[in-house]
């Protein structure tokens, strides 16, 4: 999948869900679902990023479909000694063409900084993986009147040298906004993205043409008005991707 286009991008992240036969069928469902109403196909790319061990029979079911197939994260480096990790190059064989980096979830949970999250991003890119690079303010931290500088910083320090309009995305989670079923204003996503975008554009040259996601308790109902904001290109959707109905949804309702 090309980066460099403004349809919209309808990404799932399906974080640690499902069973395997749950992720099995929730694909089958996606792919039926999406066959049914191809007009969506003229609104939305999809990507769904299902957990590791996950992605090989998923794989196969999204094989030649509409929907791409992309990974939660990935490994900082390319092979050795790193138990637990997943190489770009493995999640490449399995078919994967993009790959989170940077979730709030893992920067928090597992005390990944942007400087991991450059690191990683840059495996993804030497491999020819997309990077959706993930950023976003804690509630306190907007609170406390600092969203911005935090965002600014997060994509200063983890968007690699290597980055270029074709293989990265950004995505915009508020940390307060995920799973929460609290959506940022309107009022707050334009201004953030705006404000993302024209760091594209001013300091790395990239402005425009590189998709600014919006993340953070998206679903069916919401998603009109989320994507008349200028600058959001897409979504990254955790609770609303794990049905087929909500998450086509999404895309149907814009
Ligand atoms: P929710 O859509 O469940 O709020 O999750 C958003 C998210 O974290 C996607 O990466």
Redesign the pocket.
């Known amino acids: 999948m090309s980066t460099n286009t403004k349809k919209l991008l309808v990404a799932g992240?399906w974080?640690m869900n499902n069973s395997l036969d749950e992720a099995v069928s929730l694909i089958q469902n996606i792919n039926s679902t999406i066959d049914s109403n191809p007009d969506v196909l003229q609104k939305a790319d999809f990507l769904i990023c299902p957990s590791y061990v996950h992605l090989a029979p998923v794989a196969q079911i999204v094989d030649g479909g509409s929907v791409t197939l992309g990974a939660q994260d990935c490994s900082f480096d390319d092979n050795g000694a790193h138990t637990g990790d997943v190489s770009v190059q493995m999640l490449k064989d399995l078919g994967c063409e993009m790959v989170?980096v940077g979730?709030?979830?893992r920067r928090h949970n597992c005390g990944e900084g942007s400087d991991v999250v450059a690191q990683k991003a840059m495996k993804a890119h030497k491999d020819g993986l997309i990077a959706i690079i993930?950023v976003g303010e804690t509630l306190e931290q907007r609170e406390s009147g600092n969203a911005f500088s935090v965002v600014l910083e997060q994509l200063e320090v983890s968007i690699p040298k290597s980055a270029t309009v074709e293989n990265m995305v950004i995505?915009y989670?508020p940390v307060w906004?995920?799973?929460?079923g609290k959506v940022a204003s309107s009022e707050d996503v334009k201004v953030m993205h705006e404000t993302i975008a024209h760091y594209l554009k001013e300091k790395l040259d990239m402005g425009g043409a590189i998709r600014i996601l919006y993340?953070?308790?998206?679903k069916p109902e919401n998603a009109n008005d989320l994507s008349c904001i200028e600058h959001v290109d897409g979504f990254?959707?955790?609770?609303?991707?794990l049905k087929a109905d909500s998450f086509v949804g999404i895309a149907q309702n814009i």
Do not use: D, M, R, W
């Open positions: 992240n974080k989170i979730h709030s979830e993930c995505a989670e906004a995920i799973g929460t993340g953070g308790s998206v990254l959707i955790g609770g609303a991707s």
